[in-house]
């Protein structure tokens, strides 16, 4: 690990690997570089890839304050320069990426390609929007711990979910600070995330768990450069690993079906959480 100071506050990180493009990591809401300990083991291979910790996250600083996602962004974007790393490919997950498009929006010199790995709210519909207001009301209340800890394990996790990986990420989630998981939760909630993904002129790779709280094709229609054609299909995936699918019925217990488009390489099966368990190739066309 390597910490690099940014007008007083530490930023952590890690790096391994050579190659281009570099691969810059970011991680979710209230979880840590750590997250993305398999893809950066897969991808040092052939690529230079880092990690990073967000302000408020895993060994970076937590300063009071301000955590919306252009300054989580505009702290990505200095790290990248302080490393020396340009026309990367930025791989974000949840508020990553959220992060991730508001880098590229803003610092395009600096991102080539750009992965969503199961994206926060981009362009939440009216009601969602009302959802996450009223989550940020709660957290701001006098226990917000328990209030994370009810959202992590009822709405993060499948029942059939490893209990033993769930109480890993339940923990490793609640060791963020409760202020900077609500102002980050504030960031989302009011970030400007139709407007902003309209801006970002890179190629954009989507993956998705089974289910998504951004509407497909509502993400095609605002960015024109996403890799995500307009016929859907129904497939049974019993496994979560990169571009294998397996079509037909399933009496399977432990099969699931998902909507993934044809061409596009999705994981499908699972839950957030073991999405995040997956190797996820991208290659740029």
């Known amino acids: 690990m390597a910490t690099l100071d940014r007008g007083g506050v530490k930023l952590s990180h890690e790096e391994a690997g050579s190659g281009t493009p570099a691969m810059v990591f970011v991680h979710g809401w209230t979880c840590d570089r750590s997250y993305f300990a398999p893809q950066c083991e897969h991808f040092r291979e052939t690529h230079r890839v880092i990690a990073l910790d967000l302000r408020g996250h895993g060994d970076s600083d937590a300063p009071e304050g301000d955590h919306s996602m252009s300054v989580l962004a505009d702290d990505v974007a200095w790290l990248c320069t ?29 991102v080539s390609a750009l992965v969503l790995v199961e994206p926060g709210p981009i362009a939440p519909p009216p009601e969602l929007a009302a959802l996450l207001s009223g989550f940020v009301e709660a957290m701001s209340g006098p226990d917000p711990e328990a209030v994370r800890r009810d959202f992590v394990s009822k709405s993060l996790f499948l029942p059939s979910d490893d209990p033993v990986l769930k109480e890993r990420v339940l923990v490793g989630m609640l060791a963020a600070p409760n202020h900077v998981a609500l102002e980050c939760f504030r960031g989302m909630a009011t970030w400007p995330g139709e407007t902003v993904i309209k801006a970002v002129g890179v190629p954009v790779l989507a ?11 509502r993400l095609a229609a605002l960015c024109q450069l996403l890799r995500m054609p307009r016929r859907p299909e129904w497939v049974t995936s019993t496994t979560c690993s990169p571009r294998r699918r397996s079509t037909g019925s399933s009496n399977s217990s432990s099969a699931r079906q998902s909507l993934v488009w044809p061409g596009t390489p999705v994981v ?14 991208f290659r740029r066309r």
């Open 82 to 110: 302080q490393l020396g790393v340009t026309g990367a490919v930025v791989v974000g997950h949840s508020m990553g990426a959220i992060v991730g498009i508001e880098l590229t929006a803003r610092h395009p010199q600096l």
């Open 207 to 217: 993956v998705h768990a089974d289910t998504s709280i951004n509407e497909p094709e």
């Open 268 to 281: 499908t099966g699972g839950s957030p959480a073991e999405v995040l368990r997956c190797r996820v190739s």
